[in-house]
T-cell receptor, first 115, second 111 residues
Framework: GAVVSQHPSWVICKSGTSVKIECRSL??????MFWYRQFPKQSLMLMAT?????????EQGVEKDKFLINHASLTLSTLTVTSAHPEDSSFYIC???????????FGPGTRLTVL | LAKTTQPISMDSYEGQEVNITCSHN???????ITWYQQFPSQGPRFIIQ???TKVTNEVASLFIPADRKSSTLSLPRVSLSDTAVYYC????????????FGGGTRVLVKP
Protein backbone atom coordinates (compact mmCIF):
# COMPACT_ATOMS: atom_id res chain seq x y z
CA GLY A 1 0.00 0.00 0.00
CA ALA A 2 0.89 3.65 -0.23
CA VAL A 3 3.30 4.98 2.37
CA VAL A 4 3.23 8.34 4.07
CA SER A 5 6.08 9.44 6.28
CA GLN A 6 6.38 12.23 8.80
CA HIS A 7 9.46 13.93 10.16
CA PRO A 8 10.29 14.28 12.92
CA SER A 9 8.50 11.53 14.80
CA TRP A 10 8.80 13.56 17.97
CA VAL A 11 10.06 17.02 18.88
CA ILE A 12 10.51 18.97 22.07
CA CYS A 13 10.82 22.72 21.87
CA LYS A 14 10.80 25.78 24.07
CA SER A 15 7.78 28.02 24.30
CA GLY A 16 7.88 30.79 21.71
CA THR A 17 9.85 28.89 19.11
CA SER A 18 8.56 27.59 15.78
CA VAL A 19 8.50 23.95 14.75
CA LYS A 20 8.20 22.50 11.25
CA ILE A 21 6.72 19.07 10.61
CA GLU A 22 7.10 17.40 7.23
CA CYS A 23 4.68 14.99 5.60
CA ARG A 24 5.81 13.04 2.56
CA SER A 25 4.06 10.62 0.26
CA LEU A 26 6.79 8.13 -0.62
CA UNK A 27 5.38 6.20 -3.55
CA UNK A 28 2.52 8.23 -4.93
CA UNK A 29 1.61 11.76 -5.81
CA UNK A 30 -0.56 13.35 -3.16
CA UNK A 31 -2.85 15.86 -4.75
CA UNK A 32 -4.49 16.50 -1.39
CA MET A 33 -3.02 16.37 2.08
CA PHE A 34 -4.75 16.76 5.40
CA TRP A 35 -3.43 17.74 8.81
CA TYR A 36 -4.98 16.47 12.02
CA ARG A 37 -4.32 17.07 15.69
CA GLN A 38 -5.00 14.55 18.41
CA PHE A 39 -4.89 15.20 22.14
CA PRO A 40 -4.44 12.31 24.59
CA LYS A 41 -7.41 9.95 24.78
CA GLN A 42 -9.27 12.02 22.18
CA SER A 43 -10.17 11.55 18.56
CA LEU A 44 -8.47 13.11 15.57
CA MET A 45 -9.50 16.66 14.75
CA LEU A 46 -9.03 17.91 11.22
CA MET A 47 -7.04 21.13 11.15
CA ALA A 48 -6.72 21.88 7.47
CA THR A 49 -6.84 20.56 3.93
CA UNK A 50 -4.18 21.44 1.41
CA UNK A 51 -4.05 20.90 -2.31
CA UNK A 52 -0.77 21.02 -4.18
CA UNK A 53 -0.02 24.53 -5.31
CA UNK A 54 -2.97 26.08 -3.50
CA UNK A 55 -3.51 27.75 -0.17
CA UNK A 56 -4.68 25.49 2.59
CA UNK A 57 -8.29 25.49 3.76
CA UNK A 58 -8.48 25.66 7.54
CA GLU A 59 -11.22 24.27 9.73
CA GLN A 60 -13.19 26.61 11.92
CA GLY A 61 -11.28 27.60 15.01
CA VAL A 62 -7.83 26.79 13.61
CA GLU A 63 -5.58 29.84 13.37
CA LYS A 64 -4.03 29.94 9.93
CA ASP A 65 -1.33 32.37 11.04
CA LYS A 66 -0.27 30.04 13.81
CA PHE A 67 -0.38 26.79 11.85
CA LEU A 68 1.28 27.50 8.53
CA ILE A 69 0.74 24.85 5.89
CA ASN A 70 2.70 24.59 2.67
CA HIS A 71 1.96 21.99 0.01
CA ALA A 72 4.65 22.96 -2.47
CA SER A 73 4.94 19.65 -4.31
CA LEU A 74 2.95 16.50 -4.96
CA THR A 75 4.96 14.59 -2.38
CA LEU A 76 5.55 17.09 0.40
CA SER A 77 3.46 19.16 2.76
CA THR A 78 4.75 20.99 5.79
CA LEU A 79 3.04 22.22 8.94
CA THR A 80 4.80 24.95 10.87
CA VAL A 81 3.63 25.68 14.38
CA THR A 82 4.67 29.25 14.96
CA SER A 83 5.38 30.68 18.39
CA ALA A 84 4.50 27.38 20.00
CA HIS A 85 3.07 27.29 23.50
CA PRO A 86 2.49 24.40 25.89
CA GLU A 87 -1.15 24.15 24.83
CA ASP A 88 0.04 23.32 21.31
CA SER A 89 1.57 20.11 22.65
CA SER A 90 -0.22 17.35 20.81
CA PHE A 91 0.07 14.50 18.33
CA TYR A 92 0.02 15.85 14.77
CA ILE A 93 -0.95 13.46 11.99
CA CYS A 94 -1.03 14.02 8.26
CA UNK A 95 -2.80 12.04 5.59
CA UNK A 96 -2.45 12.07 1.84
CA UNK A 97 -4.76 11.23 -1.02
CA UNK A 98 -4.02 10.60 -4.65
CA UNK A 99 -6.21 11.84 -7.48
CA UNK A 100 -8.47 9.10 -8.73
CA UNK A 101 -8.30 7.00 -5.58
CA UNK A 102 -10.76 7.04 -2.73
CA UNK A 103 -8.52 6.25 0.21
CA UNK A 104 -6.52 8.51 2.49
CA UNK A 105 -3.20 7.18 3.74
CA PHE A 106 -2.06 8.35 7.13
CA GLY A 107 1.40 9.16 8.36
CA PRO A 108 2.78 7.78 11.63
CA GLY A 109 2.29 11.07 13.44
CA THR A 110 4.57 13.59 15.16
CA ARG A 111 4.54 14.08 18.91
CA LEU A 112 5.11 17.76 19.75
CA THR A 113 5.94 18.76 23.30
CA VAL A 114 6.30 22.45 24.07
CA LEU A 115 8.04 23.25 27.34
CA LEU B 1 -21.15 15.00 7.04
CA ALA B 2 -23.14 12.27 8.74
CA LYS B 3 -22.58 11.94 12.47
CA THR B 4 -21.62 8.55 13.84
CA THR B 5 -22.20 6.98 17.24
CA GLN B 6 -20.13 4.07 18.55
CA PRO B 7 -19.69 2.44 21.94
CA ILE B 8 -16.88 4.07 23.88
CA SER B 9 -15.17 0.85 24.80
CA MET B 10 -15.41 -2.90 24.48
CA ASP B 11 -13.54 -5.77 26.11
CA SER B 12 -12.92 -9.16 24.56
CA TYR B 13 -10.70 -12.20 24.91
CA GLU B 14 -8.21 -13.73 22.54
CA GLY B 15 -9.80 -15.94 19.92
CA GLN B 16 -13.24 -14.37 20.20
CA GLU B 17 -15.10 -12.47 17.52
CA VAL B 18 -15.54 -8.77 18.17
CA ASN B 19 -18.45 -6.89 16.67
CA ILE B 20 -18.57 -3.11 16.83
CA THR B 21 -21.76 -1.39 15.74
CA CYS B 22 -21.83 2.17 14.50
CA SER B 23 -25.00 4.23 14.12
CA HIS B 24 -25.25 6.77 11.32
CA ASN B 25 -28.90 7.69 11.04
CA UNK B 26 -28.46 10.61 8.64
CA UNK B 27 -26.22 8.88 6.14
CA UNK B 28 -26.56 10.36 2.67
CA UNK B 29 -27.11 8.50 -0.57
CA UNK B 30 -23.54 9.06 -1.76
CA UNK B 31 -21.92 8.23 1.57
CA UNK B 32 -19.68 5.23 2.12
CA ILE B 33 -18.84 3.68 5.48
CA THR B 34 -15.18 3.34 6.33
CA TRP B 35 -13.47 1.87 9.37
CA TYR B 36 -10.01 2.75 10.62
CA GLN B 37 -7.83 1.23 13.33
CA GLN B 38 -5.46 3.27 15.45
CA PHE B 39 -2.79 2.06 17.84
CA PRO B 40 -1.38 4.41 20.49
CA SER B 41 0.96 7.03 19.08
CA GLN B 42 0.40 5.90 15.50
CA GLY B 43 -1.62 7.18 12.59
CA PRO B 44 -4.93 5.49 11.71
CA ARG B 45 -4.85 2.49 9.41
CA PHE B 46 -7.60 1.72 6.89
CA ILE B 47 -9.45 -1.51 7.67
CA ILE B 48 -12.45 -1.77 5.40
CA GLN B 49 -14.98 0.24 3.42
CA UNK B 50 -18.44 -0.53 2.15
CA UNK B 51 -21.64 0.92 0.76
CA UNK B 52 -24.26 -1.77 1.38
CA THR B 53 -24.74 -5.44 2.31
CA LYS B 54 -21.53 -7.18 3.25
CA VAL B 55 -17.88 -6.58 2.53
CA THR B 56 -15.10 -8.92 3.60
CA ASN B 57 -11.35 -8.68 3.37
CA GLU B 58 -8.43 -10.48 4.97
CA VAL B 59 -8.80 -8.74 8.32
CA ALA B 60 -12.47 -7.92 8.83
CA SER B 61 -16.03 -8.01 7.63
CA LEU B 62 -18.43 -5.10 7.38
CA PHE B 63 -22.16 -5.67 7.59
CA ILE B 64 -24.51 -2.96 6.40
CA PRO B 65 -28.29 -3.40 6.61
CA ALA B 66 -30.60 -2.31 3.84
CA ASP B 67 -31.49 1.03 5.46
CA ARG B 68 -27.74 1.80 5.93
CA LYS B 69 -28.46 3.61 9.19
CA SER B 70 -25.94 1.46 10.99
CA SER B 71 -23.03 -0.81 10.26
CA THR B 72 -21.14 -3.50 12.13
CA LEU B 73 -17.44 -4.16 11.94
CA SER B 74 -16.63 -7.77 12.70
CA LEU B 75 -13.14 -8.83 13.71
CA PRO B 76 -12.82 -12.62 13.70
CA ARG B 77 -10.69 -14.39 16.29
CA VAL B 78 -9.01 -11.35 17.79
CA SER B 79 -5.54 -11.44 19.26
CA LEU B 80 -3.83 -9.21 21.80
CA SER B 81 -2.43 -7.14 18.95
CA ASP B 82 -5.94 -6.12 17.93
CA THR B 83 -6.18 -3.94 21.03
CA ALA B 84 -6.71 -0.50 19.52
CA VAL B 85 -9.23 2.26 18.88
CA TYR B 86 -11.58 1.64 15.98
CA TYR B 87 -13.20 4.55 14.18
CA CYS B 88 -16.30 4.46 12.01
CA UNK B 89 -16.49 7.22 9.41
CA UNK B 90 -19.24 8.07 6.99
CA UNK B 91 -18.82 10.30 3.98
CA UNK B 92 -18.64 10.70 0.26
CA UNK B 93 -15.64 8.99 -1.32
CA UNK B 94 -13.06 10.96 -3.18
CA UNK B 95 -9.46 11.90 -2.52
CA UNK B 96 -10.30 15.46 -1.64
CA UNK B 97 -13.09 14.68 0.75
CA UNK B 98 -12.59 15.42 4.42
CA UNK B 99 -12.80 12.69 7.01
CA UNK B 100 -14.57 13.47 10.27
CA PHE B 101 -13.53 11.20 13.10
CA GLY B 102 -15.99 10.48 15.87
CA GLY B 103 -15.08 9.23 19.30
CA GLY B 104 -14.11 5.74 18.26
CA THR B 105 -14.37 2.48 20.18
CA ARG B 106 -11.51 1.42 22.40
CA VAL B 107 -11.21 -2.35 22.12
CA LEU B 108 -9.21 -4.19 24.74
CA VAL B 109 -8.34 -7.80 24.01
CA LYS B 110 -7.45 -9.77 27.11
CA PRO B 111 -5.46 -13.01 27.26
Amino acid sequence: GAVVSQHPSWVICKSGTSVKIECRSLDFQATTMFWYRQFPKQSLMLMATSNEGSKATYEQGVEKDKFLINHASLTLSTLTVTSAHPEDSSFYICSAAERGLNEQFFGPGTRLTVL
Amino acid sequence: LAKTTQPISMDSYEGQEVNITCSHNNIATNDYITWYQQFPSQGPRFIIQGYKTKVTNEVASLFIPADRKSSTLSLPRVSLSDTAVYYCLVGDRGPGNKLTFGGGTRVLVKP
